[in-house]
Structures are given as structure tokens and as C-alpha cells.
């Protein structure tokens, strides 16, 4: 059985998602997935990001780091998993605009069947962590992906998840994600990644 091919698409703007996004690729990995990190570029002009301190450097340093998702990207793998953080409990608009540009492939039939599963990061307790998991439930259905969540397969999601996905509360000081978040996402990767390469047709 050939390594499941794991798309981890993520957008982060201070690095959280970007931790997380590294995470949930460790367990991928640890189960025998070859996996692509791939950041969502920013949609905003250079003056808006300069009211945030640190923007524009942690996305000149993630865009060096990590390539843009592409739909071959998409098309190359058995499974995607969307990282995002919130925007007013909701996703993000820079990977809802890659979600957009997926609309080639759907009309092909070629997502059908893939795994697909998603994993967030927000800035206050109770933030949209699982409304914002569960609002990209909605495009991975019309995509036909097969919507892996974590559920509560593992005890770490007791200690620090959803059992949507992997979430982290960043605090207004973008704190970074706790060891206990950190395994969650390892589990997803993981999960993600077995549930792949049981479907998977290749």
C-alpha cells in the first residue's frame, strides 16, 4: 500500500497556526504520510499589514518557508487538512480563498473521496474554535471530501481539543500552543493520515 499523501493548507499570521499546522504534520508523518505544508498567502496590501506589529515579517519568513497551496497540490493528495485562525468565529479569508480556487477540481469529481479535516487557533476562550472547525465542514462536504474529525479517540482531546479538530487559545500575547494542544494535533495528523490510507484507491 503506497504512503498516504497528506495537503496540510493552513494560513497564519503570528505563528500559532503555523505551530499547530507543524504538529498536526508530525503525526501525519509518524504514521507513514508524505505531507506538503503550504501557506495561504495574505490578501490585504502592505499598509494593513503594518497596523498589526510583526505581520509583514512573519509573512515575509512563513512565505519563504512554506509554498503557496495550489489545486495540484489538492489533486496530489489523499487527504487535506485546513488550518485556519479565526476571523469573527468563522474562517479565515485567506484559505477560504484557496477553498474558492478548488472549484476546477470539483467540477472534475477529482476531491471526491479524499479525506478532509480542520483545525484552528483563535485569540480568546470560547472565541469560534469549534464554530469556525465546524463552518469548513460546509465546503469540504461540496468539495466530497470524507470528513475525518478527532473526535474523543485519544486523551489528550479530554485535556485540550474539540472533537471537531485540534484548536489552541492564543491570547491577546499570541501565546504559543500548549504541549497538550500540540499532541492533539499530533493526533489528528495521525488520525488523518490511517483513515487516508484505509480509503485510499492508488
Known amino acids: 500500500m503506497p504512503s498516504p499523501r497528506v495537503l496540510i493548507a493552513f494560513y497564519s499570521r503570528n505563528g500559532s497556526v503555523e505551530k499547530m499546522a507543524k504538529a498536526v504534520a508530525e503525526g501525519a508523518t509518524a504514521a507513514g504520510a508524505e505531507v506538503r505544508l503550504r501557506r495561504a498567502r495574505d490578501i490585504v496590501g502592505p499598509e494593513v499589514m503594518k497596523l498589526a506589529a510583526g505581520w509583514t515579517e512573519n509573512a515575509a519568513r512563513m512565505n519563504a518557508e512554506y509554498p503557496a497551496p495550489t489545486s495540484d497540490d489538492a489533486d496530489w493528495a489523499d487527504a487535506i487538512i485546513f488550518g485556519t485562525p479565526?476571523?469573527?468565529?468563522?474562517?479565515?479569508?485567506?484559505?477560504?480563498?484557496?477553498?474558492?480556487?478548488?472549484?476546477?477540481?470539483?467540477?472534475?469529481?477529482?476531491?471526491?473521496?479524499?479525506?478532509?479535516?480542520?483545525?484552528?487557533?483563535?485569540?480568546?476562550?470560547?472565541?469560534?474554535?469549534?464554530?469556525?472547525?465546524?463552518?469548513?465542514?460546509?465546503?469540504?462536504?461540496?468539495?466530497?471530501?470524507?470528513?475525518?474529525?478527532?473526535?474523543?479517540?485519544?486523551?489528550?482531546?479530554?485535556?485540550?481539543?474539540?472533537?471537531?479538530?485540534?484548536?489552541?487559545?492564543?491570547?491577546?500575547?499570541?501565546?504559543?500552543?500548549?504541549?497538550?494542544?500540540?499532541?492533539?494535533?499530533?493526533?489528528?495528523?495521525?488520525?488523518?493520515?490511517?483513515?487516508?490510507?484505509?480509503?485510499?484507491?492508488?
Open 86 to 202: 479565526t476571523r469573527f468565529g468563522n474562517v479565515a479569508a485567506e484559505l477560504k480563498a484557496y477553498i474558492d480556487s478548488l472549484g476546477g477540481l470539483w467540477f472534475q469529481g477529482k476531491l471526491n473521496g479524499k479525506v478532509g479535516s480542520a483545525f484552528v487557533s483563535t485569540a480568546t476562550p470560547h472565541g469560534g474554535n469549534e464554530s469556525t472547525i465546524i463552518s469548513l465542514y460546509n465546503p469540504m462536504a461540496h468539495l466530497g471530501l470524507v470528513i475525518v474529525p478527532t473526535g474523543y479517540l485519544d486523551p489528550a482531546v479530554y485535556r485540550a481539543g474539540t472533537p471537531y479538530g485540534a484548536s489552541h487559545v492564543a491570547g491577546q500575547n499570541a501565546s504559543p500552543p500548549t504541549e497538550d494542544e500540540m499532541a492533539v494535533a499530533r493526533f489528528q495528523g495521525k488520525r488523518v493520515a490511517q483513515v487516508a490510507a484505509a480509503l485510499s484507491n492508488r
